[in-house]
Structures are given as structure tokens and as C-alpha cells.
């Protein structure tokens, strides 16, 4: 077992893998990260799914089958994936069992399409894919939208656990968690165990600073040139970190006391986006800078990798660190950099890129189907 990794564990971070293919399942790659790394869960978005499905070799037993029977490319593309995930949940479900289901949680997500403006087809797909992979310790991926917000609370209405994904700002991590809130109350209206039910909130934190240095980096020749370079590679984790202050705010609040007293399990915050993209940071940057007890990080395999290598754990690095990372925000702001422009622009590049990610899904599969009917 890796020290690094079991250290930040036992700081409070369940490591999950940001990634999942047919082949980490069937080579036993997925059940070696279980027992070796640490790994207690993993999640999948459409654009893991199309890069995983460009391995023609793994699925073409299985495509093979789907052309002969003639079935649609959408159809294929439910099947495959919900295969791959129910299969992994069976790897984790012991893990998850020992863990009173906190860990041990596979996700996978709902069309991205429909994450725009279709409240009532997100429910409906959240409900399907629920009912096709038919293992508890699934996690629904539905985005923090607008349209996503009654959907997150409806599937949790329904008795099914939700990954909310694709939280950038701090007013729509409110609102998710509310909507966390009011699907629990009606989950316990609607006769449903809600020890059973679970949720985490994936809030992204990379790409943060991608969007702020490149606006920081235009400054480059202003009177501002100076300010805005100390502040590079400050707004994703300061922008986490409040989102930590959030998260302690509305969990020790009345409304939450009265759901836990029924055995409910809080909506863990998950740091998503951990990958560092600018190669003149640490590449454990949005691991180390962001420990504490209670959240989950989903790291992409070279991230894993790196923090097993030379990863620290240095104490909490989150609690404590409010003030400071309200005055990056207030820096920023002053430098001319809106904070809900940038957060907006992440959400809609972030709804976008999955629906591209999902319309290179449909032509992988499209193109395998078709190979396979020759």
C-alpha cells in the first residue's frame, strides 16, 4: 500500500479515480488501484466514456452482438456504458459495504444534452439508468445547471443517489446543496430510507485557474502587470476553499440537524478538475493545497500517480483559510476580473465540451456499429 496515498486518507480524502474503461475492469488494473492506491471510487463523464470506447479491441465482441441485433446507436452506447459501470460498482461494492456505502461509489451521468434547460428528460434519464445498472452504490452525475437544480432534488426524491457535477461558482454550490436538502425531506415524505441515500457535490477546480490567469495574463504591460502575476494559481483553490465554508455552514445548520437525525449521510463536497493544466505548477497542486476530513478527491490517473510518488500531507490545508482566499476574490475583482463572469463561462464551456464529448460517443459508436455489420 502506498504511504502518500494512505496518508491522505487518513487526513479525511477518499481518493477516487476521475476515469473508468472496460479495460481497467477486465485486466484487474481497476482492482489493483482498490487494494494497492487507495482508490475507494471512481467517475466517468461522457468525454472518459468516448475516449475509452476509441479502444475498438475491448468492446468489439460486444459491438459485434449489438449490430446483429440491429439496435440503435443511442441504445448501444446505454448499454455499453451501464455494462462498464454496473461491473465496476461490483468491484467496489464490498469497499462500500465496509464503508456504510460513503465509498465505494461508481458514477456515471446523464445524457448532456438534455442539461441545458430539460428538467423533466434529466429525471427521466436519472431514473433509467438507475433502473438499468440496478446497484446501490451508483452515483447519478446530473449538472449543476439551472434545469439541473429540480432534477437533482427529484432523483433524490425518488430514492436514487446523485453526483451533482459541474459546480464552479459559490451561489450555485448553495443552491445544489439546498436542492440536496429539499430531495432528502422529500425522499423521507415519499417513504424512501434515506441512510441509503448519498450524494457528493463535484465542485471543479483546475479549470478555474485557466480561465483567471488567461485573463491575468492579458494584463501583461498594465500598471496591473505586477499584482496580477502574484495572483496566478490562486483563484481555483481559494474559490474550493470557500466552497468548504460553505459546505460547513449549511451542514451544521437546523435544517441539516433535523435530515441527520434520521440517519442521513451528508452531500460530501468532491474536488473535481484536479489535473494541474499549466505545467509551471506542482503537478499535486489541487491535492495537497486542498486536504481536509470529509471530502473526496477524483483524480485523473496521472495525478494519482504523482501524489504517490512525492505527494505531502501537510496537516489541514483548507480549514482556517477563509479570509485569505475571500481576499484572491477581492484581488481579483479589483484587477477588473468579474468572479460570476468567469464562473459563467466555465459553465457553459463545461456543458459544452460534454455535449461535444457525447456527440464524439454517438460517432465512435456509430462508426464501430457499422464496422461490425460489414
Aim: charged share 30%; no cysteine.
Amino acid at each position: 500500500m502506498n504511504e502518500r496515498l494512505k496518508a491522505l486518507t487518513d487526513a479525511g480524502v477518499s481518493i477516487w479515480l476521475d476515469d473508468l474503461s472496460r479495460q481497467r475492469i477486465t485486466s484487474g488494473g481497476l482492482t489493483a488501484l482498490i487494494e494497492d492506491q487507495h482508490v475507494s471510487g471512481v467517475t466517468s463523464n461522457p468525454t472518459i466514456f468516448a475516449k475509452a470506447l476509441s479502444d475498438a479491441d475491448v468492446y468489439a465482441e460486444q459491438v459485434a452482438a449489438l449490430a446483429a441485433k440491429g439496435v440503435s446507436t443511442e441504445e448501444a452506447v446505454r448499454i455499453i456504458t451501464t455494462d462498464d459501470v454496473r461491473d465496476a460498482a461490483d468491484l467496489f461494492k464490498a469497499l462500500y459495504d465496509d464503508t456504510d456505502g460513503v465509498d465505494g461509489r461508481v458514477s456515471i451521468e446523464v445524457d448532456p444534452r438534455m442539461a441545458k434547460d430539460d428538467a423533466a428528460k434529466t429525471i427521466a434519464e436519472a431514473k433509467e439508468l438507475w433502473r438499468l445498472i440496478d446497484r446501490e452504490n451508483v452515483f447519478i452525475k446530473i449538472p449543476a445547471t439551472e434545469a439541473g437544480l429540480p432534477a437533482i432534488t427529484e432523483t433524490l426524491a425518488a430514492g436514487i443517489s446523485v453526483n451533482v457535477t459541474l459546480i464552479f461558482s459559490l451561489q450555485r454550490y448553495r443552491a445544489v446543496m439546498d436542492a440536496f436538502l429539499t430531495g432528502l425531506e422529500k425522499a423521507l415524505d415519499n417513504g424512501h430510507d434515506v441512510t441509503k441515500l448519498a450524494s457528493v457535490a463535484s465542485f471543479f477546480v483546475s479549470r478555474v485557474d485557466t480561465e483567471v490567469d488567461k485573463r491575468l495574463d492579458a494584463l501583461a504591460g498594465t500598471d496591473s502587470e505586477e499584482a496580477a502575476k502574484a495572483l496566478k494559481g490562486k483563484a481555483a483553490i481559494a474559490n474550493a476553499r470557500l466552497a468548504f465554508e460553505a459546505y460547513e455552514e449549511v451542514f451544521s445548520s437546523d435544517r441539516w440537524r433535523e435530515i441527520e437525525t434520521v440517519g442521513a449521510k451528508p452531500q460530501r463536497p468532491l474536488w473535481a478538475s484536479t489535473g494541474t493544466k499549466d505545467p509551471a505548477y506542482p503537478d499535486t497542486l489541487y491535492v495537497d493545497q486542498l486536504v481536509t476530513s470529509g471530502v473526496v478527491n477524483t483524480m485523473p490517473q496521472a495525478t494519482l500517480e504523482a501524489f504517490a510518488d512525492h505527494g505531502e500531507v501537510r496537516g489541514d490545508t483548507v480549514r482556517g483559510t477563509y479570509d485569505e482566499a475571500r481576499k484572491v476574490i477581492a484581488d481579483l475583482e479589483k484587477l477588473g476580473i468579474s468572479y460570476d463572469d468567469v464562473v459563467q463561462v466555465l459553465e457553459d464551456e463545461g456543458v459544452s465540451k460534454f455535449e461535444a464529448s457525447w456527440a464524439e460517443l454517438l460517432d465512435t459508436v456509430t462508426g464501430a456499429l457499422k464496422g461490425a455489420a460489414k
